[in-house]
C-alpha cells in the first residue's frame, strides 16, 4: 500500500506579492475627469446609444446569415435531440450571434456606428447654416 501525499495546511496566506498594494489617501482617486457640460455628456449618451444599437442591428444580421448554415443539418442521431433540439435551435443561433457580435463582431456595428455619427455631424451642420 502507499503512502498517501501530504496536502498542503488549509487557510495558508497568499504570498505577499500577489496582494494589491494599497495606495496612500491623497492619491486614492485619481481617473478621467467627469464631463462638466451638459451637452458633452449628452453626446457621449448618444454615442453610447448609438453603439448599443450598431451592436444589436450587427447581431440581428449575423442571426439572419447563421439561420441557413443550420438549416439542413438534421436533429436525429447520436446526441441528436429530435423535436426539442429543433424548437430551441433558433434560440442558440441567437445566442451564437450575440456572442459574436459582442467579441468583435464582423465590424459592422463600427460601420454604422461611424456613420451615424457622420450623418448626425453632416445634418447639424446643415440646420444651423441658414439656406
Known sequence: M???IPLAPRGAPL???TQ???APADRALTGAP???DRQA???NSETDR???AANEFEAVFLNEMLAPMFEGLSTDGLGGGGTGEEMFRPMLIDQYAQAISHAGGIGLADEIVHELTRMQTVGGAAQREPR
Open 2 to 4: 502507499t503512502d498517501p
Open 15 to 17: 504570498p505577499l506579492q
Open 20 to 22: 494589491a498594494p494599497i
Open 34 to 36: 467627469l464631463p462638466l
Open 41 to 43: 455628456a449628452a453626446h
Open 50 to 52: 448609438a453603439r448599443h
